[in-house]
Structures are given as C-alpha cells and as structure tokens.
C-alpha cells in the first residue's frame, strides 16, 4: 500500500478547525480532527475509530492573542508520528478572501501571498490568521506545498445583478463587488448533496451557514447565484460581533461624530452583532441560557433578519425547493 498525508487548517473568526486526511491507494480518509473554540476555551478531538467526539483538555494559552499559533502547535505535535507510514504531501489553508485575483485554488508563494494579503482589510477577522497559519505551516514543512483554498470562488459566477452595487461602474470594474464567503462550506454541502440527494441539488435551494459568522447562499442546479455577503464579511446577516446588512450613511454620521475610521472598524468587526445588541456576549449558547431581556432582543433580530434575507433568496431563485 501506498499512503500519503495531507494536513488541513480552518482558522474562522472564533474557532480553528484542523484535519490529517490520510491517502492510501487513491482513497482519502479523515484520520484525526482537531476543532479549537476560542469562546469556549475547548479542545475537542475526533479519531477515525471513534464516532463520539471527545472534549479534550480546556485549551487556553496564557496569552489569548497566540491562541491560533498556540492551537497550530498543538496541532502539529499531535499528527507528526503519522508522517513516519504517510508522508505528508501538501497543507491546505482555507483562505477568506480571494478578491478577483483568485478564482481557483493556488499554491502558496512569495507574489501569491503578498496577492493575499493586499486583501487582509477586506477580511480582518479571518485573512491574518489564514495566512498566520500559513507562515508558520511553511517554516515546518519547508519542502511541503502550501495551497490556499478560497472561499470567495465558489460565487464566482454569479449574474451581474448578484455581485453589483450601485455605484458608479468603474468602481465595479477595479473589483467593488459583492463577492459572497463561506464558499468552501458551501462547495461540500453541495457536493454533498450531489451524491445523497441529487433531486434536491438539480433544483432550487438555500444552504444556511449559522455560526459567529453567518450567511446564507441560493443555489441552483448545484451552483451559487446569489449569497447575502457582500464586498467584505460585515455584510448580509448579523453575525457574533458584526452587525450585518448596515445603511452606510450612518457610518458617514459616525465620521461626522469625530470616530475615526479605525475605531468605526473596531465596532463594526469586534462590538456588533449579537454582541452588541445584548451587551453580554457573541455566543448564541449563553444569550439562549440568559434572562436578559437584551439577550431575548439580540436573539429575535437574529431570527428576524434571517427569515427576511431567506424571503430575498426565493426571489432570486424564482422559487424554492429545499433549505439546508
């Protein structure tokens, strides 16, 4: 038999979640996984020959900000022995923001990385710590091949309609477009879906990605036509600290109240969402388990914007046929 490894990190906004696929004679299996939460300050690991998830030891580095270095560390002293019956041929880094630079996966170099990170504005949540992976994924594995997966290619072809805004057109052409996230969820529901329940993918459906970050994506006949974010991950549904679908000319007031745009970003990526709202916490868990009345609030504007951005969805989909 022949065997290889291959090594995938998934840092989101308030989890990392990392996998070894193992390869023997062409079939790739899912050996071990790993997924970090930050919120709850938990490691939990599954194995291949365990079914049950097992919270493992409460995980929480003395210094929250190397939490995402700390959790790779972890990560690599757990699978190295693997490498000694499968060598490890390549890491898979989910990447956030692809702009209209990367419509496919890319393997990881000096100038693709500099691409990527000209973006890091557009997704400050996620993109430095994709590519902080990455950094310190190369600086172990020298020889081993780096490939960023995006998750902005799956909408890659949406109609006009569905990417545009309505500004002057020579903003869309320097690449102010809706873009869409979570593609790399979407793409694996979808594919899914295409084996298990092929009467469902060949029609109209709407695929909800609920978490700290929250979106929701049309598809039809397997393909994305329209999703709720937008040019960045602020947009389309409230979410754990950002606060979604947003009139941007209260931005403009806030410009006029004195904050500066670094502090506006601050709110608007770290203190909204359901955060905001309630005034406690970004975890839907607590705000369900809480009496506060705010916490009631944030969790029914939550609810409502959801059920509201579905009723948009439908129309672009002409109608529906399944919501995953």
């Known amino acids: 038999m022949n065997s290889s490894s291959i090594l995938v990190v998934n840092a989101g906004s308030a989890t990392l979640k990392c996998a070894l696929y193992i390869n023997t004679d062409g079939i790739l299996t899912e050996e071990i996984s790993f997924h970090f939460d930050q919120l709850q300050?938990?490691?939990?690991i599954k194995t291949q020959d365990d079914d049950t998830k097992k919270v493992g030891e409460n995980f929480s580095p003395h210094d929250?900000?190397?939490?995402?270095?700390?959790a790779l560390e972890y990560v690599v002293d757990a699978v190295r022995h693997y490498f000694n019956t499968a060598p490890l041929i390549a890491v898979g880094h989910r990447v956030v923001h692809g702009g209209h630079i990367f419509k496919k996966p890319a393997v990881i170099t000096k100038e693709s990385f500099q691409a990527m990170k000209s973006l890091e504005s557009l997704a400050p949540l996620h993109q430095p710590y994709n590519l902080e992976g990455a950094i310190y994924c190369a600086a172990l594995f020298e020889d081993i091949p780096q490939i960023a997966c995006f998750d902005t290619s799956f909408h890659q072809n949406h109609p006009p309609v569905a990417d545009l805004y309505a500004l002057p057109y020579e903003f869309y052409e320097q690449g102010i477009r809706r873009y869409g996230f979570h593609g790399l969820s979407y793409e694996y529901i979808s594919s899914y879906l295409g084996t298990h329940h092929k009467d469902l993918i060949n029609g109209r459906i709407i695929i909800a990605h609920l978490g700290s970050g929250a979106s929701l994506c049309a598809l039809k006949e397997g393909?994305?036509?329209?999703?709720?974010?937008?040019?960045?991950a602020l947009d389309g549904l409230p979410m754990g600290t950002r606060p979604g679908q947003l009139d941007p000319g209260i931005l403009l007031y806030l410009l006029d109240q004195g904050l500066t745009p670094p502090m506006i970003s601050d709110i608007l990526y770290k203190k909204s969402g359901l955060l905001g709202i309630s005034g406690l916490t970004p975890d839907m868990r607590l705000l369900e388990a809480s009496d506060n009345p705010r916490a009631h609030l944030a969790i029914d504007y939550f609810v409502h914007r959801v059920s509201r951005e579905i009723g948009g969805l439908v129309v672009s989909l002409g109608g529906l046929d399944g919501l995953v």
């Open 41 to 44: 300050k938990k490691l939990t």
């Open 64 to 70: 929250s900000s190397q939490f995402f270095k700390s």
């Open 223 to 232: 393909r994305s036509v329209d999703s709720t974010l937008g040019f960045t």
